[in-house]
């Protein structure tokens, strides 16, 4: 079973940017369409950004021109470059392969809270 671990999470104001990175624990990033979901508090787990594998970025509209999704097949890591963060951009965030079920086991995510 593939392991996810998701880092780079913290507290930034409105307008700031953040990278997170998340490490499988297998050479499999390069092989799925892999996605970033997003948690907000007493919400469901939505998937805002997502890079198959001949490299098509997808996005959900809120996030689109703000966030970058990338792969590093060498390290196994799977990015996600946001800018120009808003309020609403607070959740955990998670990574994960999109489109695909089921999903690997979840990682623990990692929190990313934008104060206005």
């Known amino acids: 079973q593939v392991q996810l671990v998701e880092s780079g999470g913290g507290l930034v104001q409105s307008g700031g940017s953040l990278r997170l990175s998340c490490t499988a624990s297998?050479?499999?990033?390069?092989?799925?369409?892999m996605g970033w979901y997003r948690q907000a508090p007493g919400n469901k787990r939505d998937l805002v950004a997502s890079?198959?594998?001949?490299?098509?970025?997808i996005y959900v509209e809120s996030v689109k021109g703000r966030f970058t999704i990338s792969r590093d097949s060498a390290k196994n890591t799977v990015y996600l470059q946001m800018n120009s963060l808003k309020s609403e951009d607070t959740g955990v965030y998670y990574c994960?392969?999109?489109?695909?079920?089921?999903?690997?086991?979840w990682g623990p995510g990692t929190q990313v809270t934008v104060s206005s």
């Open positions: 994960n392969r999109a489109r695909v079920s089921p999903p690997w086991d």
């Open positions: 297998e050479d499999t990033v390069n092989y799925y369409t």
């Open positions: 890079l198959t594998t001949q490299g098509v970025e």
